[in-house]
């Protein structure tokens, strides 16, 4: 009677992690064999503890490199209180480049780019759509993954014209009447900010 | 005055007021004893009923710190989900390599600053001290940044001289991104490092945390591993879009990410400690329900003993008067 039992307490618990494959959170649970390497040498110095989890265990793999070019550019669009796109399929996104506007359309080389203020553009099909970005990193992968991280952003249709010529003006005189260098460079990027919400709005 | 204590009795002597009408005053000043004939020795039952009094206060409160840490575990939880996005691009681009060989580590412990909320404390304690076990060597040297009050306390016991900065009182005003990346900001000035570990414990569930340990490596480590080929092998076949040189746009890249995870890594710890802070006062209310049904039955056991033998006196009183 007891060996019954105690089969059955054992054959248990894997029917019950197979069913428990996404439990109650909502991240994703995808553990690769990359860091194998560091839970093996944490378990050698430290056996009692498990090892802890890294980033990649909470990461959805992407996919590799296909051998053609792909029809359509998967964008990411995150800032730090929301994921504004994320995985969205577009066919071209306009990002604004420290060297300029930069066009990215499915199958562009893999790039590294940092954002400076301006606008930026989705555009699905006939859809177009607009945001102002404070600043940020653009990643252009080689499987036609855009990730776009900036810090702030906003629809081009939710900014208020009237503010932005008055924080134009109020910091075109603190730039000139700045003293030290921190108050000139604060000065200069508040200048540069307004500039570009204004050809935002205007262009 | 008689009434109110008739009401602490707990009316149980209603039969015996007539007699006992002289004596209640009496009795009402003498709170330990209770109410019975003069001269009668009787069992205090003050004591468990006190208990009781202490226990019960203790319930209600740790059930409404449950009920505050949930509303606050509500409000948390949405801004950390939100923000999970972020640090997932990073990791994309420079893959995660916690197994990397380095000499300068800087360890950074996330905890919190109020008690009261399980193991996870410990938990982000223990494996920071491992990290420093692991990453120790002849040439290798650890340092910690803490932020946080319990981990700080923990760590100064025996690792005070590698604390090079702590930092408490975050959760003061709301948590946000402005008041992350000056930390981070702060950091970087600071501490010399080559690579940063971030330790905190992810939020799963309400019941689950997992500790984690994110990897940011300085720019000279990343140009050094993309070198040397692996997860960053491929680093190289990307261009670099704007400013001069590809060291500029890889520090800026390494500062952005440091605050990027910083704030994910936050927000998860805040969302861990006000869901274990749930589960303990939730355990912590039912062990004092249970606490307090024991000391019912014995209260109430106690109280039966004293009036058995009160009646068992007084009928053997009453007894040897008549025969």
């Known amino acids: 009677m007891f060996r019954h039992l105690t089969t059955r307490i054992l054959s248990r618990p894997t029917t019950v992690t197979a069913a428990r494959a996404r439990p109650f959170s909502t991240d994703v649970a995808a553990a690769p064999a990359a860091d194998e390497a560091f839970a093996e040498a944490w378990k050698k110095v430290i056996p009692n503890i498990d090892p802890p989890k890294t980033p990649l265990h909470f990461m959805t793999p992407r996919p590799s490199t296909p051998s053609s070019i792909p029809t359509k550019l998967t964008v990411n669009f995150v800032l730090p209180y929301a994921s504004e796109l994320s995985a969205k399929e577009v066919d071209m996104v306009i990002i604004p480049a420290t060297t300029g506007q930069m066009g990215v359309l499915p199958g562009h080389v893999a790039t590294i780019a940092e954002l400076k203020p301006g606008v930026m553009s989705v555009h699905e099909g006939n859809d177009v759509t607009k945001y102002f970005v404070s600043s940020g990193f653009a990643f252009i992968h080689a499987n036609s993954y855009a990730d776009v991280i900036a810090v702030e952003a906003v629809p081009i249709d939710q900014i208020d014209p009237s503010q932005v010529q008055k924080g134009l003006a109020d910091f075109t005189q603190k730039l000139s009447s700045a003293s030290t260098d921190l108050e000139k460079a604060e000065a200069q990027i508040g200048v540069d900010v307004h500039s570009a919400l204004n050809s935002a709005l205007t262009g | 005055m008689a009434m109110a204590a008739l009401k602490r009795e707990g009316k149980r002597f209603a039969p015996l007021i007539a007699p006992n009408r002289i004596n209640t005053l009496r009795s009402s000043l003498a709170p330990s004893e209770e109410q019975a004939p003069f001269g009668l020795r009787t ?32 409000a948390i939880q949405v801004k950390a989900e939100n923000s999970r996005g972020l640090w997932q691009p990073f990791t994309a681009l420079l893959g995660d390599t916690p197994s990397v060989d380095v000499k300068k580590n800087v360890i950074v412990t996330i905890s919190s600053d109020k008690g009261l909320c399980g193991g996870i404390n410990s938990t982000s304690v223990k494996t920071s001290k491992a990290m420093h076990k692991l990453n120790s060597g002849p040439d290798k040297e650890n340092k910690y940044v803490v932020l946080g009050e319990k981990a700080k306390v923990q760590l100064i016991r025996d690792s005070r001289k590698d604390i090079e900065i702590s930092i408490t009182e975050l959760q003061k005003y709301p948590l946000n991104y402005t008041q992350v990346s000056v930390l981070a900001d702060d950091v970087l000035k600071n501490v010399e490092f080559d690579a940063l570990r971030i330790v905190f414990n992810k939020f799963h569930s309400v019941v689950s945390f997992m500790p984690t340990i994110a990897t940011v490596l300085s720019p000279e480590m990343v140009e050094r591993e993309a070198e040397a080929g692996g997860m960053l092998g491929n680093l190289d076949s990307y261009e670099i879009e704007g400013g001069e040189t590809k060291s500029e746009i890889l520090q800026n890249l390494g500062e952005f990410q440091f605050s990027c995870v910083m704030f994910n890594a936050v927000l998860e710890n805040a969302c861990s400690e006000q869901g274990a802070r749930m589960s303990a006062m939730d355990s912590s209310s039912r062990n004092a329900g249970e606490m307090l049904d024991r000391l019912t039955l014995s209260y109430n056991r106690t109280r039966q003993a004293s009036i058995t033998t009160e009646l068992i006196e007084i009928i053997s009183g009453a007894s040897a008067l008549t025969g």
């Open chain 2, 43 to 74: 069992i205090s039952t003050q004591v468990v009923r006190n208990r009781m009094k202490s226990v019960k206060s203790i319930q209600k409160i740790t059930k409404a710190m449950k009920m505050v840490a949930a509303s606050k575990l509500r």
